[in-house]
T-cell receptor, first 116, second 114 residues
């Protein structure tokens, strides 16, 4: 069974600085997707970035980028130029490419606080 | 605005009561999901549906039922509510094209069973 591990329950960063959130996963599959979701206090679940496992190039979305290490089964999220609005819970999630349901397997989350 | 609409946003139930959490999407997505999020935890899958008339159990289905009579609606039924069902419930949908790999989530329902 697939598992997702986020080893940092809480992190903090100063505004404008860079922070990296860690995520590791376990799977025997070769084709899959990885996601980072943001959950602010409003509770809304917002997709931050996604990575297809067959792509070697790391995904980037504005200030958000990932370091995808397939052999190490690692998928970290880097937030550059941190903003107060980045304060939220961040969840790493895995989705197997095969199968009909394509359900998401979630980590426990990292609570990120951006300090002024 | 297109998206996933969940109602109600908040609800308090007494032990043994029943209720239905509503979920509707207007994106013509085939796949719909119900997750629960307990405090300090990630999301756990309750039920999912791959299309109208088709539903299946997720990781934590006990105490819940679902139906999918239309593509748009995917209600979650709680029978005989228990304190262990106190949680935040999220409905989500997903399309089948390459851009639909990511989920669209509703804003959640916070349920308290007392």
């Amino acid at each position: 069974a697939q598992t997702v591990t986020q080893s940092q329950p809480e992190m903090s960063v100063q505004e404008a600085e860079t922070v990296t959130l860690s995520c590791t996963y376990d799977t025997s599959e070769s084709n899959y997707y990885l996601f980072w979701y943001k959950q602010p206090p409003s509770r809304q679940m917002i997709l931050v970035i996604r990575q297809e496992a067959y792509k070697q190039q790391n995904a980037t979305e504005n200030r958000f980028s990932v370091n995808f290490q397939k052999a190490a089964k690692s998928f970290s999220l880097k937030i550059s130029d941190s903003q107060l609005g980045d304060t939220a819970m961040y969840f790493c999630a895995f989705m197997n490419y095969a199968g009909n349901n394509r359900k998401l397997i979630w980590g426990l989350g990292t609570s990120l606080a951006v300090n002024p | 605005n297109a998206g996933v609409t969940q109602t109600p946003k908040f609800r308090i139930l007494k032990i043994g009561q029943s209720m239905t959490l509503q979920c509707a999407q207007d994106m013509n997505h085939n796949y719909m999901y119900w997750y629960r999020q307990d405090p300090g935890m990630g999301l756990k899958l309750i039920y999912y549906s791959v299309g109208a008339g088709i539903t299946d159990k997720g990781e934590v289905p006990n105490g819940y039922n679902v139906s999918r009579s239309t593509t748009e609606d995917f209600p979650l039924r709680l029978e005989l509510a228990a304190p262990s069902q106190t949680s935040v419930y999220f409905c989500a949908s997903r399309g089948t094209d390459s851009r639909g790999i990511g989920y669209t989530f509703g804003s959640g329902t916070r349920l308290t069973v007392v």
